[in-house]
């Protein structure tokens, strides 16, 4: 495996030097692009749409037609793992994602399986070895899972939840049970995120979406150990080259001394935080993710630039060194693509002048 043509965002997750910060968009490949809207059209649904490897390559290269990004995402969905488990997923208009059959009874938790990903899910691997086909190594591809407790959240409560009383009774009622229930999908988030990795993947990510709402014990107990299980098994090196991992907890700055000592390469950060807070924190144990508001895209392209511009300026010096620009959380299918150019721009602009100045 050899370095993509721009290996910044390789670079940054490895804390080695670089001539500009790099940045990618976490949901990038999304409803802002009118590109994208047409393709799902033409698949007939979100789920069909991920299903189908040539469409998913279609939709994860359409992003980077469009702006000079350092990195390209897999296009798929963190469900796919226990809809591969047998739950049942499927998508109702206005609602979001639902599971036919949530994990509420005890025998149904115990019989729970880790899918093999070259069976069950086939169809991720071949659109990860086409993608990056398609890339032709001009930039890095990453793959990615939600982590165990966020699946875990969608699998008891059978779709997003605004207050999490299953998962959350069952935690304290029950804990044996979420236990079960994380073990496997551990064992099953690790296997899938290798299987990307031996597919293509040049990096990984793992989206703990809803680590935050836990407290602060649960937290260590029943999301980051978990993540930390896995990482203990990833892939660390494929074709001589290493293979970065990034953890990324939304509402996770309380944990994130915890976090880099996890064995991630990288943390992702939201908007609740100072990149140059966050920094000071993590020392040089991993690098940093982040961390610009998403809602800021709903501004003046101007605006953008220079909301851009005071991330880029609050990292501190060697800002070009173990930092990935990105936002604090996924792309608003609502942002108007121009903004999206003028963010990019600006990144690279700035983060080189920065450089410029400190040489």
């Not at 959350?168 to 064992?187: C, F, N, Q, W």
């Not at 998403?294 to 511009?309: G, I, K, W």
Request: hydrophobic share 40%; with cysteine; proline share 6%.
């Amino acid at each position: 495996m050899t370095r993509p043509c721009n290996d910044s965002f390789l670079r940054a997750l490895l804390r080695e030097p670089n001539e500009h910060t790099p940045v990618w968009l976490m949901r990038q490949a999304g409803r802002y692009l009118p590109e994208y809207c047409e393709t799902r059209k033409r698949a007939g649904s979100f789920l069909q749409l991920c299903k189908n490897p040539a469409l998913a390559c279609e939709v994860t290269l359409q992003p980077l037609a469009r702006y000079d990004l350092d990195a390209a995402i897999l296009f798929s969905d963190i469900l796919t793992v226990p809809d591969a488990m047998g739950l049942g997923l499927y998508f109702t208009d206005g609602e979001g994602p639902r599971f036919e059959r949530p994990l509420r009874e005890e025998w149904a938790i115990r019989d729970l399986t880790a899918p093999d990903p070259w069976d069950h899910l086939r169809y991720v691997m071949d659109a990860v070895a086409e993608i990056r086909r398609a890339l032709h190594n001009s930039v890095p591809l990453i793959g990615f899972s939600g982590s165990p407790y966020t699946l875990a959240c969608y699998m008891v409560e059978g779709a997003a939840s605004s207050d999490y009383r299953g998962i959350k009774g069952m935690l304290y009622e029950r804990p044996d049970l979420l236990h079960r229930i994380l073990s496997v999908t551990a064992d099953a988030v690790a296997a899938y995120l290798n299987a990307q990795i031996e597919s293509g993947a040049q990096a990984v990510m793992i989206f703990d979406s809803w680590g935050g709402s836990l407290s602060s014990v649960a937290y260590r107990e029943f999301s980051l150990y978990y993540m930390q299980r896995i990482l203990d098994r990833l892939i660390r090196e494929k074709g001589g080259e290493r293979v970065p991992s990034i953890v990324f907890t939304k509402g996770g700055s309380l944990w994130l001394e915890a976090i880099a000592d996890s064995g991630c390469d990288a943390i992702g950060v939201d908007w609740t935080i100072d990149i140059g807070e966050a920094r000071r924190r993590v020392g040089h144990r991993v690098a940093l993710q982040g961390n610009l508001d998403p809602a800021v895209l709903f501004a003046s392209p101007d605006t953008v630039a220079a909301e851009a511009r005071k991330i880029l300026d609050s990292f501190g010096p060697g800002q070009t060194t173990g930092h990935v620009f990105n936002l604090g959380h996924g792309i608003s299918q609502f942002t108007p693509p121009d903004n999206v150019a003028a963010l990019v721009d600006a990144v690279h602009q700035h983060s080189r002048m920065l450089r410029q100045r400190s040489e």
